[in-house]
């Protein structure tokens, strides 16, 4: 970051700034630069500028490889008419690539393209389930396009992003509109929700499991806690039986007893008897100790 600018970054503004592709990165304001959300602006890039759409301003602590860089100006006609034509040369890219991915053959399957602004980097972006040689490729491109190469290696999760969508909710993927981090996910979450274990039903347009099995982690988790585990042994007042179901938004258990009847226990009932337990044994601790 210029010297110049280094005692205005504590003080400036970090605000979200999203690419193509739903991309997004933290820049500073330090230039004071005048903008409001939704308004294309310049940034300083690893070499030269590119072009991006102010999000909003970011009050969190971040998590970045390295400071974010600066937010250098609003963006001019001539920044989006040169930002249009680089879409349109990037559907170009995108064949020729594949044509010399055919060439090499190469096993990898090549999602999208993007240059920077001022053309002075042209990234690909592709999956691959294995680790891949592609440094003549990068030899190839660069001598077609006379630019900086990258090829930079996503997973399934970050190639939907990029093509966005619609989820089984009928909602645009939460990972093309709001959601920047992947956190692991695992069939645990659909068992706890008493989900089905189908994986059309609890798989994104990715093919791995649903982002949203995630966001009520904590509030399934929190209340099932209070239960008793499935299938450990429960006295009722209509005799012993088995925890066969778990409703935390009814707040209550089934209980299958001996006989094969159900019985439904309320949570609060569940809860009383553990406050009766407690009361009992601190009466003989106290008792005890005396």
């Not at 690893?46 to 963006?75: L, N, Q």
């Not at 005799?239 to 938004?249: A, P």
Request: hydrophobic share 30%.
């Amino acid at each position: 970051m210029p010297s110049n600018l280094e005692d205005n970054v504590l003080d400036a503004d970090i605000w979200e700034i999203e690419f193509k592709a739903h991309r997004t990165g933290y820049y500073y304001n330090c230039n004071n630069v005048e903008f409001r959300s939704g308004d294309w602006v310049i940034v300083a890039a690893e070499r030269g500028e590119d072009i991006g759409k102010a999000k909003w301003i970011h009050e969190d602590e971040i998590k970045t490889k390295g400071s974010p860089m600066a937010i250098i100006r609003v963006a001019s006609e001539h920044d989006l008419e040169r930002n249009s034509e680089n879409r349109l040369k990037e559907k170009d890219a995108l064949k020729q690539c594949l044509s010399l991915v055919k060439k090499h053959n190469l096993d990898m399957k090549l999602v999208d393209c993007e240059y920077q602004l001022d053309a002075n980097k042209l990234t690909f972006y592709f999956t691959a389930d294995q680790r891949v040689d592609f440094r003549e490729l990068v030899k190839d491109l660069a001598a077609v396009y006379k630019t900086r190469i990258e090829l930079r290696q996503i997973g399934v999760r970050d190639e939907a992003k990029r093509f966005g969508g619609f989820g089984i909710c009928g909602l645009r993927q939460c990972c093309s509109t709001w959601l920047r981090d992947f956190d692991p996910i695992s069939t645990q979450l659909a068992r706890e929700q008493n989900l089905s274990l189908n994986p059309q039903k609890i798989s994104g347009n990715c093919g791995r499991l649903l982002c949203c099995l995630q966001y009520e982690k904590d509030h399934y988790q929190g209340t099932l806690r209070k239960f008793p585990e499935l299938g450990s042994r429960y006295r009722t007042s209509s005799g012993e039986g088995t925890v066969e179901k778990i409703n935390i938004f009814t707040q209550e258990m089934t209980v299958r007893l001996v006989s094969g009847e159900e019985q439904v226990v309320q949570l609060r009932d569940v809860e009383r008897r553990k406050r009766r337990k407690s009361s009992f044994f601190k009466k003989i601790s106290d008792q005890n100790s005396e």
